[in-house]
């Protein structure tokens, strides 16, 4: 069984972009399982072709470096924040990106963090099914449900922009409305490209919560939402970003437990290979 996702180099020292497992699934209130996801994605990794008929870029041809799973106590949140931050902060600070995989939502948080701290003007795409910007949810502040919110009262004024979104709370709808940049429902591509042109000079982190897809494509995941996007859709979304200076990213909510067709898993592991290949294309372009 394979340690590490594929065609990972052997040396950090000489990666552009570094892949971190974040097996952390404590606040999923519905359908817990996504620890599982990092692993399982490694395992199955090799399922897929290095080579990218989109791209046409080979897996293998991009520096990046498979650092494993973060450890830290799986259902303490407050202190694995901290080892989050910490660990992505030094990795930014010796010049990578980071590439985050969950794990739930909530793990975003603290990876922006550490961004904000060294990209003040960051700016983060955001694909979900659910707006998350529930202010607590159970009783937690820190909660899958409430990610976005936090992300937001960290960053100021509207420089989140949510895609896919199709279920949450009146107040959620209004909020996003409101104070982010908003599309609900689909993934316009249009759309999509005039949000990539105004980013164009930006820094730009980019968070998948992978239930944006619907359940029919993406059934292995904790909260599965029906109207979603198609594979296709989300890659062509993704290819929109291509000119973007994409700075980091995290893809979320794998749940292997819940497919045991492994289609899900699948799925997941040809994201990451586009979204590694959007990352580091510019260093051999
Ligand atoms: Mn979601």
Request: glycine share 6%.
């Amino acid at each position: 069984m394979p340690h590490t996702f594929f065609c990972s180099q052997d040396l950090y020292e000489s990666s552009d972009i570094v892949l971190l497992g974040i097996p952390f699934d404590a606040t999923s209130s519905f359908r817990p399982g996504s620890r599982f996801a990092p692993d399982h994605i490694r395992m199955y990794s090799e399922g897929i072709e290095s080579y990218s008929p989109y791209q046409e870029i080979d897996l293998r041809e991009i520096a990046f470096y498979d650092a494993g799973n973060l450890e830290g106590p799986i259902n303490n949140f407050s202190v694995l924040r901290t080892i989050i931050h910490t660990q992505v902060k030094e990795f930014l600070t010796q010049g990578k990106k980071v590439f985050a995989l969950g794990g739930e939502h909530l793990i975003s948080l603290p990876v922006v963090e550490a961004y904000t701290s060294v990209y003040p003007d960051l700016h983060i795409i955001h694909f979900d099914a659910h707006a998350d910007l529930r202010d607590e949810y159970l009783g937690e502040s820190y909660s899958h449900a409430t990610v976005m919110r936090r992300i937001y009262e960290l960053i100021e004024g509207k420089r989140i922009y949510q895609f896919g979104i199709r279920s949450g709370l009146r107040q959620e709808f209004e909020f996003a409305s409101q104070f982010l940049h908003f599309q609900p429902f689909c993934l316009n591509a249009e759309v999509l490209r005039r949000v990539a042109e105004a980013l164009i000079d930006k820094a730009v982190y980019v968070t998948v919560d992978l239930d944006v897809l619907d359940p029919s494509y993406f059934p292995g995941t904790g909260t599965p939402e029906p109207g979603g996007a198609t594979f296709h859709e989300l890659l062509q979304a993704l290819f929109t970003l291509e000119e973007v200076n994409i700075v980091g990213a995290d893809i979320v909510e794998l749940c292997p437990p819940y497919d045991h067709s492994d289609a899900s898993t699948m799925t997941a592991i040809k994201l990451i290979r586009e979204m590694l290949l959007l990352m580091g294309r510019s260093k051999i372009e």
